[in-house]
């Protein structure tokens, strides 16, 4: 098969789910954390994922149909495109997570740092010089 074929039609239906799939990642990387929205989508998708699985161990044949109307001749070769999926789905949002996580803790870091800063003057000195009163030495008790 040439390098630069036309894919069937049946084939071109699987490349622009792959590709979209794709860009939504590519989106996943650059948008901001979207909180409960976000985590809400998450679990959506996790438990869609499970009933797939699911499916696909009861029902094994559904899955080559799947596979055949979508252009794939078979269906653990679309379970591994799924898997390649989820998989790139799985590094974005880990690596999302991990740059808020490193973002926290310097942020964490650096006010540690300031709240436990030592002042350099000892109180009664500024700008090096002492003042007046703290020259004469220790006040004798009257």
Do not use: C, W
């Not at 161990?57 to 109307?69: D, G, I, R, S, Y």
């Not at 998989?87 to 690596?95: A, D, K, N, P, W």
């Amino acid at each position: 098969m040439p390098l630069l074929a036309v894919p069937s039609t049946s084939q071109l239906v699987i490349q622009i789910l792959l590709l979209i799939a794709l860009v939504v990642i590519g989106v996943m990387l650059t948008r901001s954390a979207a909180g409960a929205r976000h985590q809400a989508i998450r679990r959506i998708l996790l438990l869609a994922f499970v009933v797939f699985a699911a499916a696909t161990v009861l029902f094994p044949q559904a899955l080559t149909e799947v596979a055949n109307l979508v252009g794939v001749g078979r269906g653990a070769d679309l379970l591994l495109y799924a898997m390649v999926i989820a998989f790139l789905g799985y590094i974005t949002t880990s690596y999302r997570r991990m740059s808020r996580m490193e973002d926290r803790i310097a942020q964490l870091s650096r006010q540690l740092a300031l709240s436990t800063v030592v002042s350099p003057e000892p109180p009664g000195i500024r700008g090096g010089v002492k003042s007046p009163k703290d020259r004469e030495g220790p006040e004798s008790p009257s």
